[in-house]
C-alpha cells in the first residue's frame, strides 16, 4: 500500500512563512513528478506546484513567486515553501506523487492534507 505524509501545516502570520513536507511509502514503481495541490471549504481543489524527475517545476500563477518547491525523487520527498503567505481562511494542502505503480500502470497518489491557516 503507498502512503504519503504530509506534514509542516499549521497556523501562520499574514506574510508569515511556512515549510511543508511529504514523503512516499510503500510499494511504487517509479515517481516522475511530486506536487501539491490545495482546498479550500467550499472550493474545488486546484493545482499549485509541481517538481519533476527531469528538474523541471511548474507553478500555479496565483504563487508564483512567493512558493518553491522541490522534490528528492530518491528518497520520495518533496517539499513547499510558502513565503508571503496572504491572509484567508483555512486551506488543506495536499501533497501529489505521479508516476507507475509495481505493475507499471500509471497512479496518481495522494496524501492526506495538511492544514495552513493564515490569521492575524
Known amino acids: 500500500q503507498v502512503q504519503l505524509v504530509e506534514s509542516g501545516g499549521g497556523l501562520v502570520r499574514p506574510g508569515g512563512s511556512l515549510r511543508l513536507s511529504c514523503v512516499a511509502s510503500?510499494?511504487?514503481?517509479?515517481?516522475?513528478?511530486m506536487g501539491w495541490y490545495r482546498q479550500a471549504v467550499g472550493r474545488q481543489r486546484e493545482f499549485i506546484a509541481t517538481s519533476t524527475n527531469r528538474d523541471t517545476t511548474d507553478y500555479a500563477d496565483s504563487v508564483k513567486g512567493r512558493f518553491t518547491t522541490s522534490a528528492d525523487f530518491v528518497n520520495k520527498t518533496v517539499y513547499l515553501q510558502l513565503n508571503s503567505l496572504k491572509l484567508k481562511k483555512t486551506d488543506v494542502y495536499y501533497c501529489?506523487?505521479?508516476?507507475?505503480?509495481?505493475?507499471?500502470?500509471?497512479?496518481?497518489?495522494w496524501g492526506q492534507g495538511t492544514q495552513v491557516t493564515v490569521s492575524a
Open positions: 510503500g510499494k511504487i514503481g517509479g515517481l516522475y513528478a
Open positions: 501529489s506523487a505521479e508516476g507507475v505503480g509495481t505493475d507499471r500502470s500509471p497512479r496518481q497518489y
